[in-house]
Nanobody, 121 residues
């Protein structure tokens, strides 16, 4: 079964940092473009950051300079480094990615289950 598993969420004080991880299951051959989304209570889901296979990144304008997306292709893992966190960053963070399980297979989109990030004093 193909899976994406997020980890690294938790409770952090304002001004603090967290690093989220999104790990693909062992049967994944390749991860293409990967994204982090977030959804706060009562708000629409928001695209936070994207990274493609070449490592090119893109961010929501409001988060540039505080959040950094990266990837380790050998570990089949995508990361989201979040710095200078504020209570407005409180949300469930989800990753999704185009992945394939075979060299000549087709990419399909998969979602993780989400990880809660709470920024509070």
């Amino acid at each position: 079964q193909v899976q994406l598993v997020e980890s690294g969420g938790g409770l952090v004080q304002p001004g603090g940092s967290l690093r989220l991880s999104c790990a693909a299951s062992e049967n994944v051959y390749s991860i293409g473009t990967a994204n982090w989304y977030r959804q706060a209570p009562g708000k629409r889901q928001e695209l936070v950051a994207s990274i493609n296979l070449s490592g090119n990144t893109d961010y929501a304008d409001s988060l540039k300079g505080r959040f950094t997306i990266s990837r380790d292709n050998a570990k089949k893992t995508v990361y989201l480094q979040m710095d200078s966190l504020t209570p407005e960053d409180t949300a469930i963070y989800f990753c999704n990615a185009n992945m394939k399980t075979k060299l000549f297979g087709a990419y399909k989109i998969y979602w993780g289950q989400g990880t809660q990030v709470t920024v509070s004093s």
